[in-house]
């Protein structure tokens, strides 16, 4: 068995990796500029940062080096391995109000990124080698039990923003192996319930195109009429949960569900992360020159807000130019999925990219004030060691997918 | 190959996806930073936002019968929003205010250097005719801004001070343990009683506005896309503290007397009145304590901050005869007929001490109910060397002694039960003497018990056994008057059998109805109250007088302890108080018609 078995350099996508070093480089320059601020405190964690991309870096060329068949093997024991680290984790001291850290060897790191990864090749097992375009949704029960399981547990640290990172992945990855669209929908619509019944009218417009959808695809009556009675009892329990919970339980839920809103006004942060992003204006402020990161008025200005703190320097020029890399470098492995001959792999690389885009669209959603404020880092850009090394992991295993690409 | 095909339809569908997201994200940074980059830019060049804290009203306490015992005031301060260029204003302020600048100028420098961009509180809690003249010169101050705070006011001074507890602001120990939590320099918190133990329910939680302000720190309006949060005022608390017998059992402690007097409902556990004597006025701390008062209240030897009803631990004296003899009953030492082997005369030598009664001339012999209702030691002595240590600590550990009674409010004591162990510990294996048990059965020596431990004790016994774990709060709404929480009721059985109950209840009464009980000073006419005398041993000065009670002896609505410290037998002081209490409550009550009761109307 030969460790290199590829059929030529010229499947290894270059640009791929060129966008993320590029990309990588501009975070080490964003997290040194956002912690030159009057608040003394962090001047010295870019250093750590650059410690974490060498380290990212060896995780990404041993990404590529090992072949992929071997996650296949051991899918399984690593999913096994990272659910029993979700759930010690949880059992674990507090850390900052929240169960996200375990301790290993004086590093902190979150079990939610590689239960992230994990779960990408446990789906990917399981679903591989079937035909989902004629799962119906019995069929589809047991790869969806395989991701609600980190879905739970990652959304009781609580971490809601990372939770749904795994409603994410499976979503683009059953839609990748054929699952039909109009199921996946199916599938979503007592979500929808839940936050239509918020407004009456809408709800009830969204029963009506329920409703139409199953004269439309010709629904057959027996899964027609569980959908709909599902999405009637959530949708009328809803609101008698909600009104019968006093405001002060209302409030904790929504701090449990989300940590990082303020109670003393959630609008804060997102008005200055505004500001920052506005007043960068077309050509930036300039490196370093940022004046509402310069007084700390940003909150988490190297952690969960460095696009604020780029885009107030680098102006709409910058913010253009980042967005094209994140662009390519999901472009690229599209292209990698599409080529894969090995369902496996493509089923992978799929998941990847789905957690990366993901975390772009709505960190910088969040910070441009059209999501909400869930605590979702940018990746590459975000300060924090372990998302930077599962990042780079994770680009090393797109690239050796693409090196194989032509292997069945 | 129909799977590459469907693999590049799929592959299509997602670039789409993922360029329209990109698009939307794209179409929004133009947006900001384009078409309203100016707008954004002049916000950013001026910090022209700014955040102004609202604070919550403290949440309300009252009294069973619905009266205000707690409220809360707006009280004004001077707030100062400019971040830079403040020099002036605030010098202008100090000197319009009578306030050397320097100081004032150091506090802001201080508060500035926790919050760097937030409005700091300059001066606080200003005087009517202090804010009518920084309304007049408002424009000479800009950057400066008036802001209401809520601050705690005690509507009637020093009543029920103990259990309200007080509020005072955070000392910088407590900010940097409670900021996470949401508190900031200068906020109010709890430090003693229900002010200590609901503070989270009763502090609410702040609300926000956002204001703009121009170069010079002028407020020119709300920032009309940001949303004021309103601030959620703290709930409302209702005690189970009946006003009247609250301000009879205060008014009891005349003349500096010293003490403690706890009135609890035994059917139900809610605590009546609580008092302890001396007591201080709670404004003190809500308006920013002085050092003078602060030290002369730290330093007083009456220490009048100390609740002595749950933190303070005294013998029980005779009052704990109730319980040798219950450990006597249950056991089939005795029965009530029983005569024991040597009568009083006056005294009893055990080994080579002499253990004196109280009565030196001796009560004779004696069966249980005449022992206790002329509180014979003679009798007990005999019945604590039957019953050795472990007999006596054995029960008072079942009944729940020596542990908290478990009330709703902080810091409240266990006291003390010696056991066995205890003394071998203390004094070494062996080594102490016959005479303990002796001691212990009248309730001397270490045995350590707090006055709300005692009432909540007899109220169980004229309950029949069953104890209700005493409570405060009687129920908690929201500011709109929403029921949130009812009592919930806790009770447990003492473990004293009902036989022993009956005999120990009817010796009780016979303490005060009978002739030659100790405790006839709390006899009511027409009601059988039932009580016992104590009085408790003190090595540091005069003794302790107790009286413990309830009332009527067969279905008791109320139960008493009163403890007057320093004051000799709880016959002649402590007695005559409970009986006041106890007569005012029945007759509020409608169970006892008093045409020579005034009783206060509740205000």
């Not at chain 1, 979500?191 to 918020?198: H, I, K, P, Q, Y």
């Not at chain 2, 202008?92 to 508060?111: H, P, Y």
């Not at chain 2, 910088?172 to 200590?196: H, I, N, V, W």
Request: charged fraction near 15%; charge should be positive; hydrophobic fraction near 45%.
């Amino acid at each position: 068995m030969k460790l290199f078995e590829f059929h030529s350099n010229r499947d290894f996508d270059m640009q791929l990796l060129a966008s993320v070093l590029i990309l990588v480089c501009i975070g080490i320059l964003a997290v040194y500029s956002a912690t030159q601020t009057d608040q003394p405190g962090f001047e010295g964690i870019w250093r750590k940062q650059l410690v974490s991309l060498a380290i990212g870096l060896a995780a990404l060329v041993a990404a590529v080096v090992v072949p992929y068949r071997y996650l296949e093997a051991f899918a399984w024991p690593i999913y096994g391995i990272s659910m029993v680290l979700l759930a010690a984790v949880l059992l674990g001291p507090k850390h900052m109000n929240t169960h996200r850290w375990i301790r290993l060897g004086g590093q902190m790191f979150q079990p939610s990124e590689i239960a992230k990864m994990a779960t990408i090749f446990a789906l990917a097992k399981l679903i591989y080698r079937k035909d989902l375009g004629q799962a119906g949704f019995l069929g589809i029960l047991l790869p969806l039990a395989i991701v609600v399981v980190p879905l739970g547990l990652v959304l009781i640290e609580p971490d809601l923003g990372t939770s749904l990172s795994f409603g994410a992945l499976f979503i683009a990855m059953i839609f990748w192996q054929g699952y039909p669209v109009k199921n996946i929908l199916y599938l979503l619509s007592p979500v929808l319930s839940m936050v239509a019944v918020f407004s009456m009218p809408s709800w009830i417009g969204f029963m009506i195109l329920l409703l139409l959808s199953f004269w439309f695809f010709r629904m057959k009556f027996k899964y027609a009429s569980w959908i709909f009675v599902l999405n009637t009892v959530i949708g009328s329990i809803t609101p008698f949960l909600w009104q019968g919970l006093k405001d002060y339980q209302r409030m904790r839920i929504m701090i449990f569900l989300n940590p990082g809103i303020d109670p003393r006004g959630a609008g804060w942060h997102v008005l200055q992360s505004k500001i920052a992003v506005g007043s960068g204006g077309f050509w930036g402020q300039g490196f370093l020159e940022g004046t509402q990161k310069k007084l700390s008025f940003l909150p988490e200005q190297h952690t969960d807000f460095i696009f604020a703190t780029f885009s107030e320097e680098f102006g709409f020029i910058g913010c253009l130019l980042l967005l094209l890399l994140f662009f390519w470098m999901v472009y690229r492995g599209i292209v990698i999925a599409r080529q894969a001959r090995n369902r496996f792999a493509g089923l992978a690389a799929v998941g990847i990219l789905s957690i990366l885009g993901y975390h772009v669209i709505l960190n910088i959603g969040m910070a441009l004030g059209v999501l909400p404020v869930t605590g979702i880092p940018l990746p590459f850009l975000s300060y924090g060691g372990s998302a930077l090394i599962i990042n780079l992991m994770m680009i090393g295993l797109l690239l050796n997918i693409g090196l194989r690409r032509y292997e069945y | 190959m129909a799977q590459d095909y469907k693999n590049s339809s799929r592959a299509a569908a997602a670039l789409i996806f993922w360029i329209a997201a990109l698009s939307v994200l794209l179409i929004r940074t133009a947006q900001l930073q384009i078409v309203e980059g100016a707008k954004y830019k002049n916000y950013a060049r001026q910090n022209r936002v700014r955040k102004v804290a609202i604070p919550a009203a403290r949440g309300l306490i009252f009294s069973r019968d619905s009266v205000i015992i707690a409220e809360s005031k707006p009280a004004f301060n001077l707030v100062l929003v400019a971040v830079r260029d403040w020099g002036p204003a605030v010098i202008t302020a100090a000197r319009i205010l009578g306030l050397d600048s320097n100081s004032v100028k150091q506090e802001i420098t201080f508060q500035r250097r926790a919050y760097p961009k937030d409005p700091v509180s300059i001066v606080r809690n200003l005087a009517p005719e202090q804010v009518a003249v920084i309304e007049e010169h408002a424009d000479k101050l800009p950057g400066l801004r008036l802001a209401t705070e809520s601050r705690r006011k005690a509507p009637f001074g020093s009543y029920a001070s103990h259990l309200i507890g007080y509020t005072s602001e955070l000392n910088s120990r407590e900010y940097e343990r409670l900021k996470d939590q949401g508190y900031r320099l200068g906020d109010f918190l709890g430090k003693g009683g229900l002010e200590k133990q609901y503070e989270n329910l009763l502090r609410g939680s702040d609300g926000c506005e956002f204001v703009e302000v121009d170069a010079k720190g002028r407020e020119q309006g709300n920032i009309p896309d940001l949303e004021r949060l309103e601030p959620v005022p703290g709930v409302n608390l209702y005690l189970t503290i009946d006003w009247r017998l609250q301000q009879l059992a205060e008014s009891l402690f005349v003349d500096g007397m010293q003490g403690s007097a706890v009135a609890v409902d035994p059917r139900t556990g809610q605590i009546l009145a609580l008092v302890s004597s001396p007591n201080f006025n709670p404004d003190l701390f809500s308006t920013g304590i002085s050092p003078e008062n602060w030290s002369r209240l730290a330093s007083d030897p009456s220490f009048p901050l100390w609740d002595r009803a749950i933190r303070s631990v005294y013998p029980p004296g005779s009052t704990f005869k109730v319980f040798t003899a219950a450990a006597a009953l249950d056991s089939g030492l005795i029965d009530e007929k029983k005569l024991l082997p040597k009568a009083c005369r006056g005294s009893l030598r055990i080994g080579n001490r002499v253990f004196k009664c109280w009565k030196a001339g001796g009560h004779g012999s004696l069966n249980l109910h005449e022992a206790i209702v002329q509180s014979c030691d003679v009798y007990f002595y005999q019945l604590g060397q039957m019953l050795g240590v472990q007999g006596i600590s054995d029960l008072c550990l079942k009944v729940g002694l020596g542990s908290e009674t478990g009330i709703d409010l902080p810091q409240e004591v266990p006291g003390l039960v010696p056991t066995i162990s205890w003394y071998e510990k203390r004094l070494g294996r062996g080594s102490w003497g016959g005479g303990v048990p002796a001691n212990l059965s009248i309730g001397q020596g270490e045995l350590l018990v707090t006055p709300l431990q005692l009432a909540v004790m007899y109220g169980a016994i004229g309950n029949g056994g069953m104890l209700f774990q005493p409570h405060l709060v009687l129920k908690i709404e929201d500011y709109k008057g929403e029921l949130l929480e009812k009592e919930k009721l806790k009770s447990h059985q003492l473990g004293i059998s009902p036989n022993a109950i009956a005999i120990i209840k009817e010796a009780l009464a016979g303490v005060v109805n009978q002739p030659g009980g100790t405790g006839g000073s709390a006899r009511i006419y027409g009601i059988e109250v039932a009580g016992k005398t104590g009085t408790a041993q003190n090595p540091h000065g005069d003794d302790h007088s107790w009286f413990v009670a309830f009332a009527p002896k067969d279905d008791p609505v109320i139960s008493v302890a009163v403890l007057v410290e320093n004051a000799g037998h709880g016959s002649a002081v402590a007695a005559p108080l409970a009986g006041k209490l106890i007569r005012q409550y029945l007759a509020q009550q409608g169970i006892t018609k008093d045409d020579n009761l005034k009783v206060t109307a509740v205000p």
